[in-house]
Structures are given as structure tokens and as C-alpha cells.
């Protein structure tokens, strides 16, 4: 089965600064690679996703960085706002032949004004 | 993408009770799954629900705890049953379309037993 590790636990960035969360993975699938941003109150809501045959995917001020060899991806997140703050998870498909993701411990992001 | 509602959105009951989720989409999806979160913690799945079959649980959760149905492919029920306060979390339904990567969760309904 699939296991997923994700770090820092939790992230303090002044506005303006970069994020970056890191997940690594244990076994190779090729499905999607999807990052979550969850609010306080609300359920996680799809953010961005990277097939693994691709080494980088930037969406606005969000990059996700794949390195498949190392089974290691990260979320980038440039400029940094306030409103950023929330909750982060990545995600790895499962290897047992099932759609299910396989999702990170989450990344508590707190953006300072 | 698909819209999901959710009711109770939350709900306070008594140790020893059942309480019935339901989850509704906008759309026909492929695959509903069923999440448990502790506040928080991270996603951890319940269950698939699978349209017109028993769902598939993941280990350690049981069908006599969490019982599930999917009569179609727009909605699907979870049942607590004999709740106890270990069972105070957040529940999502979430979906996917088997073409798709994309993902989508409900809201969530928060339970709290007493």
C-alpha cells in the first residue's frame, strides 16, 4: 500500500515570502499527484495536480515540483498572502489498482500580514 | 468539476445512537468514497461506496459500524451506529470520476457525541 510523508507539520512565512511543502512517496503509480487546501470549517478543495511524467506544473502562484526518481513532490507557493493561510495535503495514487488517493499528515500554513 | 452538499452539515447526539450522513452531487460520478477527520489531522478513508453492490471498507472499519449505501450514482448514506465519543469527527463524502483525477469533497458533516 501506498504511504505518503509530508513536511514541515507546520509553516510560519511573512506576506510576500515563498512556501514550500514537501511529500515523499513509497511506490510508483502513474496517476495523479494532487495538492488539497483546506480552510478551517470547509472541506479540502482541489488546488493542483501533476501527472508523474511531468517534472514541473505552475498554476498562478502555484508550482508543484515532481521528482520521480527520488519519489519526492512539492508545493511551491510564491508570493504568499494571508489568504493563503489554511491547511495543506498532498496526495499519492494508490498501488492497489483502486482510484483512491493516499493522503498526506497536512501542513498548517500561516501567512503573516 | 462536481458540487456536493452534505446534511447534517453537524450534529450533537447521545453515546449509544445512529446518526445517517447524506451525501448528494450534482452530477454521476464514478466513485464516492466516505472520510474520517479528526480536527485537525488528516483524511482517512472510510470507505468506497460502490452503486449497487456492498462498499469495499478499509481496514479497520466495518460494515456493522458504517454501514453504507449508494442507490445511484448521485447519492450516497453513512451511518454512525452505536455512537460512542470516539466517533466525534469531521465526515466527508468525496468523489471522482473514473476519467478524471480530479477529486472533490462535500463540506463535511461534524458530529459530536455526547
Known amino acids: 500500500q501506498q504511504q505518503v510523508k509530508q513536511s514541515p507539520q507546520s509553516l510560519i512565512v511573512q506576506k510576500g515570502g515563498i512556501s514550500i511543502i514537501n511529500c515523499a512517496y513509497e511506490?510508483?503509480?502513474?496517476?495523479?499527484f494532487p495538492w488539497y487546501q483546506q480552510f478551517p470549517g470547509k472541506g479540502p478543495a482541489l488546488l493542483i495536480a501533476?501527472?508523474?511524467?511531468?517534472s514541473e506544473k505552475k498554476e498562478g502562484r502555484f508550482t508543484i515540483s515532481f521528482n520521480k526518481s527520488a519519489k519526492q513532490f512539492s508545493l511551491h507557493i510564491m508570493d504568499s498572502q494571508p489568504g493563503d493561510s489554511a491547511t495543506y495535503f498532498c496526495?499519492?495514487?494508490?498501488?492497489?489498482?483502486?482510484?483512491?488517493?493516499?493522503f498526506g499528515t497536512g501542513t498548517r500554513l500561516k501567512v503573516l500580514a | 468539476s462536481a458540487v456536493i452538499s452534505q446534511k447534517p452539515s453537524r450534529d450533537i447526539c447521545q453515546r449509544g445512537t445512529s446518526l445517517t450522513i447524506q451525501c448528494q452531487v450534482d452530477?454521476?460520478?464514478?466513485?464516492m468514497f466516505w472520510y474520517r477527520q479528526q480536527p485537525g489531522q488528516s483524511l482517512t478513508l472510510i470507505a468506497t461506496?460502490?452503486?449497487?453492490?456492498?462498499?469495499?471498507?478499509e481496514s479497520g472499519f466495518v460494515i456493522d459500524k458504517f454501514p453504507i449505501s449508494r442507490p445511484n450514482l448521485t447519492f450516497s448514506t453513512l451511518t454512525v451506529s452505536n455512537m460512542s465519543p470516539e466517533d466525534s469527527s469531521i465526515y466527508l463524502c468525496?468523489?471522482?470520476?473514473?476519467?478524471?483525477?480530479?477529486?472533490?469533497f462535500g463540506p463535511g458533516t461534524r458530529l459530536t457525541v455526547t
Open positions: 511506490n510508483t503509480a502513474f496517476d495523479y
Open positions: 461506496a460502490n452503486q449497487g453492490s456492498e462498499a469495499t471498507y
Open positions: 452530477s454521476q460520478v464514478t466513485m
Open positions: 496526495a499519492a495514487p494508490d498501488t492497489s489498482g483502486t482510484y483512491k488517493y493516499i
Open positions: 468525496s468523489v471522482r470520476t473514473g476519467a478524471s483525477y480530479e477529486q472533490y
Open positions: 501533476i501527472r508523474p511524467d511531468v
